[in-house]
């Protein structure tokens, strides 16, 4: 309903009451605004009832208010731009507590992402993973610290775990061009969602490989593709993607191949520690130098 909202708004324009054709359109010229604001907040704005407010939520096909909202919210996420996303966060966030409702919000993220997540779906990625002949890793732009973090991981507990650099469309292509059967790629994307990375994944399920979607919904552009898909909140609270939840959720996804691959890893991480000593990578405690 959300990819369609502003087109059945328009569609229904000339049916409706002189209310609500003051709400549809505030929201088609200021939905940025509207998607976050009460129902009586939205009224007052436009010169009209809470109530009629409600009542226009339910003429759209909405069960309420709020289902509205989160529509909007959708539409919001996807389509605005850096700027508007600025002054969005204007609005929302009070000067004299960003601190509090940032960190509030993402706090939210992550509850909601344990509420709303699939367990079976998660082991399910689990065991593809550790299955998978040759593990394929892609991320684009605020997403690539994510994906980055992913293929630090796999590298020290796999051998056969590539991160694919996204910095043109050739060069990705040409570091998927061999993916198929018994592969997995690994996406991770949110709004806005990067067109490097649907392309490749797409390309990953064309050619037979498993495909992981690590993103916010079943209606991203991933999802489409994937073979699995975790889901992740990543709610805009301001121009700033929120990556809180996303990266909780990686960690329990690396947390779970290393107890499955427990006694592969320990011999890896045995081998890794005598060679950070060796070459001095971490710095040492003053009780380990005397």
Partial sequence: MSQDLFATIKENMPHFSKGHKRIAEYIIGHYDKAAYVTAAKLGATVGVSESTVVRFATELGFEGYPELQRALQEVMRNKLTSVQRIEATSDRIANDDVFGTVLNSDIEKIKKTLEESSREEFQAAVDTIISAKRIYIIGARSAAPLARFIAYYFNLMFDNARFINTASTSE????????GEGDVMIGVSFPRYSTQTTKAFSFAASNGADTI????????????SATHVLMAKSDMASFVDSLVAPMSLINALIVAIGIKKREEISANFERLEDIW????VYEKHKDEEQ
Avoid: G, N
């Fill in 277 to 280: 000593d060796k070459y001095d």
């Fill in 172 to 179: 990705l292509f040409e570091q998927v061009m061999r993916i």
């Fill in 213 to 224: 979607a690590i993103t916010d919904s079943y209606s991203s552009p991933l999802a489409q």
